[in-house]
């Protein structure tokens, strides 16, 4: 079986400041391991994802993810926040090899202070 | 804009009724996967197509059903509804069937409310 969990249902941060938003997975065999992020009332757009190459995964927007297996975590970091980066976010996991269901976490929505 | 169509944008209905839920993918995409997005169960994947054969299932409750056509668009199928099936859905498509691998691009969703 595999899962991700989110630390933390809601992040506020300043705009400016460092946002880090956590994730930690269990997977029985090597993860895939993505961030999505949600604006409202909008679907899911990918942010990064992580199929085993580089474990620093960089994104769209200047967001990028550290895939640490020691520590079972993948968690998103961006140095700088904008007030456009107010949104949800969710980490996904599935396993390598072709056809398998993914699984969501519970999501963060991030709130950027001015 | 993803590439990948919804409709209806909105659609409300009562407890015991049948609805049917289309999406086109993005053209060239010949994958669907489906979603439901509800504040109890979070995101959940439902099932998922690959050019027109059932890939992988997930949380997907034996009321529901889905199919993906020679044309590619899908239908997801939900039957006797009860209040709880009240969820945003969306469907996602990809390239290629392997989820593993390919970016998955979703629609804008459905709104269901069940009354």
């Known amino acids: 079986a595999q899962s991700v969990t989110q630390l933390g249902s809601h992040v506020s941060v300043s705009e400016g400041a460092l946002v880090l938003l956590r994730c930690n997975y269990s997977s029985s065999v090597p993860p895939y391991l993505f961030w999505y992020v949600q604006y409202p009332n909008q679907g899911l757009q990918l942010l990064l994802k992580?199929?085993?190459?580089?474990?620093l995964v960089k994104g769209i927007n200047g967001f990028e993810a550290e895939f640490k297996k020691s520590e079972t975590s993948f968690h998103l970091t961006k140095p700088s926040a904008h007030m456009s980066d107010a949104a949800e976010y969710f980490c996904?996991?599935?396993?390598?090899?072709?056809?398998?269901?993914?699984?969501f976490g519970t999501g963060t929505k991030l709130q950027v202070i001015p | 804009d993803s590439g990948v169509t919804q409709t209806p944008k909105h659609l409300i209905t009562a407890t015991g009724q049948r609805v049917t839920l289309r999406c086109s993918p993005r053209s060239g995409d010949l994958s669907v996967y489906w979603y439901q997005q509800s504040l109890d169960q979070g995101l959940q994947f439902l099932i998922q197509y690959y050019n027109g054969e059932e890939r992988a299932k997930g949380n997907i409750l034996e009321r529901f059903s889905a199919q993906q056509f020679p044309d590619l668009h899908s239908e997801l199928n939900l039957s006797s509804l009860e209040l709880g099936d009240s969820a945003l859905y969306f469907c996602?498509?990809?390239?290629?069937?392997?989820?593993?691998?390919?970016?998955?691009?979703f629609g804008p969703g459905t709104r269901l409310t069940v009354t």
């Open positions: 992580y199929t085993s190459a580089a474990t």
């Open positions: 996904a996991v599935t396993r390598s090899g072709g056809y398998q269901k993914v699984t």
């Open positions: 996602a498509s990809s390239v290629d069937g392997s989820i593993s691998s390919y970016e998955q691009y």
